[in-house]
Structure formats: C-alpha cells, structure tokens
C-alpha cells in the first residue's frame, strides 16, 4: 500500500491526509460522544475533540522540530527485538 510508503510529515498536508486526519477526529468524536453520554451527537464534545487534536499536532510539531534539529513530524521508534531484549529471562 503506497501510503504506508509516505512520511506522514508529508502526508499530513496532502488533501487525503487532512480527510484521514478528519475521518480520525470524526471517529474519535462519534466514539467518545456515544461512550459518555450515550447519545449520537453533543456539539461540546465534539468541538472538544478539535480543539485537542489541534493543540495536539501544533504541539507535536513544535516539539518534533525543536528535538530533532528542523525536521518536523519525523519519530524515531527504537526496533527490538529478542537478540536485544530476551523477555523469557524477565
């Protein structure tokens, strides 16, 4: 699939990475609003759920772009595996 092929540094500000961004938040909204209050839909929430995943990526922006000398949205993820760490001995 081409689009686990793509930085999602640049992903991200694709017209199809803004609808994936959306369909997440929508989901994430839909999800939380049936979980507390049992209902299909509470503006409260739902403009909740903007805000923070707003707040979120400009953080994580920031953040990725301070930490990693100018590259944003870039997350270095240490792969290990049971050469590294042997859970059988824990």
Known sequence: MNL???SFGIFAFTPMGWAFMAFV???EALLLTR???RKNFNKKLYKTVLLSN???G???IITTLQ???GWWLVVWFPW???HEVDVRIL
């Open 4 to 6: 686990l092929n793509v």
């Open 25 to 27: 938040i929508l989901c």
């Open 35 to 37: 979980y507390l209050t």
């Open 54 to 56: 707003t707040v979120s």
């Open 58 to 60: 400009i953080t994580g």
């Open 67 to 69: 930490l990693n000398g």
């Open 80 to 82: 290990v595996c049971s």
